[in-house]
């Protein structure tokens, strides 16, 4: 009597952890998070970032004497010459210094067009 007893409630709680089989679609359908989180994260962070990278380029190719210019540590300078590299910043009377190109964040004013 007390095996049958212990049968009855032991039983459900194998048949509810037996794996069953999977259907036809079910390896498809465990997929679908998965790209969907890669198309949000796309979307939401890596476009962007792509653009944000475009117009820096642009920005830092486009880069002549004469533009006033602000790095990022914060400098403001008015580039004095354009080497394939770097660029030449004069931040005061005197005093010039040399940076990447790369540490120019925005350009504040274009030179005048001649």
């Known amino acids: 009597m007390p095996n049958l007893v212990l049968n009855a409630f032991v039983t459900p709680i194998f048949a509810e952890a037996a ?3 999977p259907g036809p679609g079910s390896s498809l359908m465990s997929f679908l ?3 969907l989180m890669f198309a949000a994260m796309w979307f939401l ?3 962007p970032q792509r653009k944000k990278q475009k117009e820096h380029q642009k920005l830092i190719s486009s880069l002549a ?3 006033e210019v602000l790095t990022s540590g914060g400098i403001y300078g008015t580039v004095t010459n354009v080497k394939p590299d770097r660029i030449v910043v004069k931040i005061a ?3 010039k210094i040399e940076i990447a190109r790369s540490f120019v964040t925005s350009v504040e004013k274009k ?3 001649e």
């Open 19 to 21: 794996p069953s089989a």
């Open 111 to 113: 030179a005048a067009s």
């Open 93 to 95: 009377e005197n005093t």
């Open 45 to 47: 962070l890596i476009a």
């Open 65 to 67: 004497t004469g533009d």
């Open 33 to 35: 998070p998965f790209v």
